[in-house]
């Protein structure tokens, strides 16, 4: 007794609809890219990778959950509608899908508020950054509301919180 051609189809079917229900719960990360994207390089720093661009993410961190990848391969030029996050829910609800907020996400990163955040990209030292593709190592993306990003724009620093 062997295995036949179409119980095998089907296992294989079943596999990668598990891989892709796996890939699926993990999410979108703040970058605006899936977690399969994020790869280890040989130095064991992570690099996320959307297509020939790198991304400068370099670390994994889930904000939303959506119904496909497949919208999420745009690349940030800038904060809010300019950013690969949103351009990737965009097209995503353009075509159809569906997306939620991982719990405890959506909120900004400075002051707390749960309201109208968006992603704005800042440097190690907490200023104001353009995204560049050739740096890689010196941006990060932080949810931000727009109270908060104004201050970040108008002085070159984040917003003190006491
Ligand atoms: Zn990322
Ligand atoms: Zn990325
Ligand atoms: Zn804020």
Redesign the pocket.
Known sequence: MGIDATTADSIVEDLSGTRKQRRLSKGI?????GAN??KRNTQGQII?QVNIRY?H?H???GVITASTLNPFARVSDGNANQHALIRGIVALMESGGTFNWIDGAYICASCGVTDAVYPVIIDGEGRPAEPNKDILFDRY?ILLCQQCDATLQTTGRLPKNE
């Not at 990360?29 to 890219?33: L, T």
Request: charge should be positive; charged fraction near 30%.
């Open positions: 990360c703040i970058c605006g890219h994207r994020h996320c991304c993410c670390k994994f961190r993306d």
